[in-house]
């Protein structure tokens, strides 16, 4: 009976806090907006421009421990998003896809807003390459919006990922960044062909005598700042 009294005066005073929870599971609103924004946390490794995908349960843009798709393995080592945005036109549990708006720089960030419909689209995902890496991205996926109330916001640390897809030899012909201006995408697999946490670079700073990259283009863990609101 005692916890029984506990949880209503829990419940009485989460109505009296979130008067904006009756936005909650509307079933008769037929679209929601959002805006996303991604905060650059590096010193030194500028953001490819960002792909965001709305998507249903049954999408996800990556799997730890799996191979990364092919859109993802262009992000990763080239920066382009188009491929994963493509997924859109060809993978009918994505409904919408959205483009930032370019290059995010270190301590700067890009925002995208967007309307969605919850029937079709009701989580995200995230991704954006580390430039001046082989293969490395920030990335979130199946971020599920549905319980998001108006004026409500998400925020999390973004991992960096290893796409798994190119070998980290951080050599001048393998990056594509202001640090080298080398080679993006490469269809060869050669590295371990599954998403992990990136083990940070090693650059020449440090000892590695083929690394075109110094000490400034290393980073921990996370590397971006990721801010969900919905507007509406
Ligand atoms: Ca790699
Ligand atoms: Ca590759």
Redesign the pocket.
């Known amino acids: 009976m005692k916890f029984r009294l506990i949880a209503i005066a829990a419940s009485v005073s989460l109505l009296v806090g979130c008067p904006d929870n009756d936005n909650n599971g509307d079933t008769t609103q037929t679209t929601r907006s959002y805006t996303v924004t991604v905060k650059n946390l590096t010193p030194n490794q500028p953001l490819s421009p960002l792909a965001v995908l709305a998507h249903n349960d049954q999408y996800r843009l990556f799997s730890v421990g799996e191979a990364a798709s092919d859109g993802l393995?262009i992000l990763a080592?080239s920066g382009d998003n188009s491929s994963v945005l493509a997924e859109k036109e060809t993978n009918t549990n994505v409904g919408y896809s959205f483009s930032g708006t370019g290059v995010v720089l270190p301590g700067n960030s890009d925002t995208i807003t967007f309307t969605i419909d919850p029937t079709q689209a009701s989580l995200i995902s995230v991704a954006s390459m580390l430039v001046n890496t082989n293969?490395g991205f920030v990335g979130e996926t199946q971020l599920d919006l549905t319980s998001l109330a108006v004026g409500a916001s998400l925020n999390m640390n973004m991992a960096v990922w290893d796409?798994g897809?190119?070998n980290n030899d951080e050599s001048a012909a393998s990056i594509p960044g202001p640090a080298a201006g080398g080679e993006g995408?490469?269809?060869?697999?050669?590295?371990n062909n599954r998403v992990s946490f990136h083990a940070g670079v090693i650059s020449l700073d440090d000892g590695l005598a083929t690394s075109v990259l110094n000490a400034t283009h290393r980073f921990l863990n996370p590397g971006a700042r990721l801010s969900i609101t919905r507007t509406e």
Do not use: I
């Not at 995408?185 to 590295?191: K, L, P």
């Open positions: 393995e080592e293969d796409s897809t190119e995408f490469n269809s060869a697999r050669d590295d």
